[in-house]
């Protein structure tokens, strides 16, 4: 019983290894979004601006209602894609560099 554990973990080691592997291999996404702990997380690992102040801002410049905001990765940039409805109905997104706080170049080219 003793000799039979033994091997059991090292095949139990080397498909864990492979798995890994797999997982460092495989390409990272274009577009990412993050969940509210994770982006809590990324705020504070990355110097990022504050959402909500984000949110605020975009939300009074636009004449519009605040409706959602969230942290996501596009490519190597962090990026806070927000979201207004104007008194008309009109809903907006905008998508703001997350460390400087302005639209993102993409963004002003719409």
């Known amino acids: 019983?003793?000799?039979?554990?033994?091997?059991?973990?090292?095949l139990a080691l080397a498909v864990a290894g492979k798995a890994v592997?797999?997982?460092v291999s495989?390409?990272?996404p274009e577009?990412?979004?993050?969940n509210a702990?994770?982006?809590?997380?990324?705020?504070?690992?990355n110097g990022l601006a504050d959402p909500f102040a984000?949110?605020?801002?975009?939300?009074?410049?636009?004449r519009a209602e605040p409706i959602a905001v969230k942290l996501c990765r596009h490519g190597?940039?962090?990026?806070?894609?927000?979201?207004?409805?104007?008194?008309?109905?009109?809903?907006?997104?905008?998508?703001i560099d997350?460390?400087?706080?302005?639209?993102?170049a993409e963004q002003k080219r719409h």
């Open 1 to 10: 019983m003793r000799f039979l554990g033994l091997p059991l973990i090292a």
């Open 54 to 62: 984000i949110l605020r801002a975009q939300a009074a410049e636009q």
């Open 98 to 104: 997350a460390r400087s706080g302005r639209l993102t």
């Open 37 to 45: 702990p994770e982006t809590r997380e990324k705020i504070l690992a």
């Open 31 to 34: 577009r990412a979004c993050f």
């Open 26 to 28: 495989r390409p990272v």
């Open 21 to 23: 592997a797999d997982d």
């Open 76 to 95: 190597d940039a962090f990026v806070y894609e927000v979201d207004l409805l104007r008194r008309d109905g009109r809903l907006i997104h905008s998508r």
